[in-house]
């Protein structure tokens, strides 16, 4: 006879429920663990760089890129306008102060010279006769006195003879009285004479120291008339050799246009545009060193910023090297600081994320990087200064994180 046999009940882990529940929640736990926290970004461990913080000697220079120029560059400028009629040397050329460079051409010009040197040597002239006049007036007076003086004499020697015969009783008084009186004529004439030649003396001094200033001014002005001409021709301002001198026959200058420019030869510096975070680092009299170790000293600083950079200029403390060229370039570093222990990081894309105020700092399993505010103080090319929020032994990620968002990295 058939039995029933009664099958056994399920056990609570194999039930349906039980079972999707279980994989729900292993389901869920796989989403956690594959998605990221809130505030955190995934990226991959090949993806980044990163480095260690230490304590270790921080040497303060700034390696920069230089060009070499001339010291002193002296621009050439046209004087006079006129139309190029000659070339006298070409660009690139060694040339001497005062050396011809070019002439010009400008008929206008030559026309009004003459006609003012004309006219200056008419008054010139004037002056020359009135110097002549004064010169015979003072003749004819020192003539006069001359005479005078010459009749005084004859009438006191006229008077001593007759008043010998008068007192031997051969002449009257009445024959001695008229040559008295003569004597006293030539003594008053003389010494009317004598009189006006002095007044007149000072007034011609004057006269004539007038006539001197006037003639000097004449030929002052004759003279920079004549230098109109002579600014035709394009001189070299100083010694040195040629460049930019691209003017072509036929060409019309104005006055004041650049011609050129001459560069001293042998005597160089060295310009360099530095990243404005410098700025207030780099300073007057501060040294430097090339790759070969010729010494430099920072001489002046140009604190206008472009394009995020400003110029310095260096001299060299001795005899530049030989060799240099206008336009080469040079790497150099600037020394700005004594090497002393710091506590560094290396440099890396992390300094341009927020200007360095932030790293992202490893944890010990290597698996997050969690962001920390820094602060960090001088820089060299390969380290910088950690002035707080690092401490020695801390990794951190040096590459470029100015795209994440968060506050968590993720390393897969």
Do not use: C
Request: charge should be positive.
């Amino acid at each position: 006879m058939d039995r029933r046999i009664e099958r056994p009940p399920t056990p609570w882990w194999r039930r349906r429920a039980v079972v999707l529940a279980a994989a729900a929640i292993v389901a869920a736990l796989l989403i956690w663990r594959m998605l990221p926290a809130a505030g955190s970004t995934d990226i991959a461990t090949a993806d980044i760089e990163t480095g260690q913080v230490e304590r270790a000697p921080f040497a303060d220079y700034l390696p920069v890129r230089a060009t070499v120029a001339p010291r002193v560059t002296t621009l050439v400028g046209v004087l006079s306008g006129g139309q190029v009629e000659k070339l006298l040397v070409q660009d690139g050329a060694m040339v001497t102060e005062g050396q011809p460079l070019a002439t010009l051409a400008n008929p206008t010009l030559k026309l009004d010279v003459l006609t003012r040197e004309a006219q200056i040597a008419s008054q010139l002239g004037s002056v020359a006769g009135e110097n002549l006049g004064i010169e015979r007036n003072r003749l004819d007076r020192a003539g006069q006195i001359a005479q005078a003086n010459y009749d005084l004499i004859k009438a006191r020697r006229e008077l001593s003879i007759r008043q010998q015969l008068h007192d031997k009783g051969f002449v009257s008084d009445a024959g001695i009285k008229s040559f008295a009186e003569e004597a006293a004529y030539q003594e008053k004439r003389l010494a009317q004479l004598q009189a006006g030649g002095a007044a007149e003396a000072r007034i011609t001094a004057t006269q004539g120291q007038r006539l001197d200033d006037t003639r000097g001014r004449l030929e002052n002005n004759l003279a920079a008339v004549r230098a109109g001409l002579d600014a035709l021709v394009v001189r070299a301002p100083s010694t040195g050799r040629l460049t930019n001198f691209t003017i072509q026959p036929g060409q019309t200058l104005k006055p004041g246009d650049p011609a050129g420019q001459v560069d001293s030869e042998g005597s160089w510096k060295l310009t360099a545009d530095v990243d404005e975070y410098y700025l207030g680092r780099v300073a007057v009299g501060q040294t430097a060193r090339t790759a070969d170790g010729a010494p430099l000293t920072v001489s002046k600083v140009l604190p206008a910023v472009k394009d995020g950079r400003f110029r310095v200029e260096l001299t060299f403390d001795r005899a530049a090297p030989a060799g240099l060229n206008r336009g080469q370039t040079i790497d150099i570093r600037i020394t700005l600081g004594s090497t002393a222990p710091a506590l560094v990081a290396p440099v890396g894309g992390w300094l341009e994320a927020g200007g360095g105020t932030s790293a992202f700092v490893l944890d010990g399993d290597g698996a997050h990087a969690r962001r920390r505010m820094v602060k960090t103080g001088r820089r060299n090319p390969e380290q910088v200064e950690i002035l707080s929020g690092l401490q020695p032994g801390d990794r951190i990620v040096t590459s470029n994180t100015a795209s994440v968002k968060g506050d968590i990295l993720n390393l897969r």
